[in-house]
């Protein structure tokens, strides 16, 4: 699925920058998948993030309805994700949100001593022009993203379809209060 290689994008870049991998990592993070990186076959281990966002609450941000999500577990990285795809008049827009938890860090994140605020940081420097979000303690918008930092906690919302930022900060701001 597209989006959840978009999604994924931001973590491998990451994890390809703290390895010393991937050159400028331009070529990781627009790069194709079959399945992100890392995904476990047990799509249990992401329902919590499911849970974040209902399906109505999609309806009301992108005015589409929305099937239900679909929970994945990326081993690679401890990261917890969900994806839901449009049912309406533009099918195939899909949304998105990836919760990374200090405490649940996997692999070369945790094996490298970093945290989470040290890869949101790493995350929002691909994005020089994003525009500051007031959510958590740090967030900013851009290009069909808008990503969070609130305490230990890292949340990334993206939405690939004919929508708006606007939706996806409203997003953000439910789930950021609502965790």
């Not at 931001?10 to 050159?23: I, K």
């Not at 309406?88 to 945290?115: E, W």
């Not at 708006?164 to 950021?176: D, E, I, P, Q, W």
Request: with cysteine; aromatic share 6%.
């Amino acid at each position: 699925m597209r989006i959840l290689t978009g999604v994924s994008g931001s973590l491998l870049v990451l994890a390809l920058a703290v390895t010393g991998c991937g050159g400028d990592g331009k070529e990781a993070k627009g790069a194709s998948s079959a399945s992100p990186v890392g995904t476990s076959k047990s799509a249990d281990a992401g329902a919590d993030a499911c849970k974040l966002v209902a399906a109505g609450d999609l309806e009301a941000a992108f005015g589409s309805p929305f099937g239900g999500g679909k929970p994945a577990h990326q081993e690679d990285t401890g990261a917890d994700q969900c994806v839901w795809t449009s049912t309406g008049a533009a099918p195939g827009s899909t949304f998105s949100i990836t919760v990374l938890r200090q405490d649940r860090l996997a692999g070369v994140f945790k094996s490298n001593g970093m945290s989470v605020a040290d890869l949101f940081e790493q995350a929002k420097l691909a994005y020089p022009k994003a525009e500051a979000v007031d959510l958590g303690d740090k967030a900013f918008a851009a290009v069909g993203e808008v990503q969070v930092l609130d305490r230990d906690t890292w949340y990334s919302l993206s939405f690939h379809g004919a929508g708006s930022v606007g939706g996806l900060k409203k997003l953000a701001a439910r789930v950021v209060g609502r965790s």
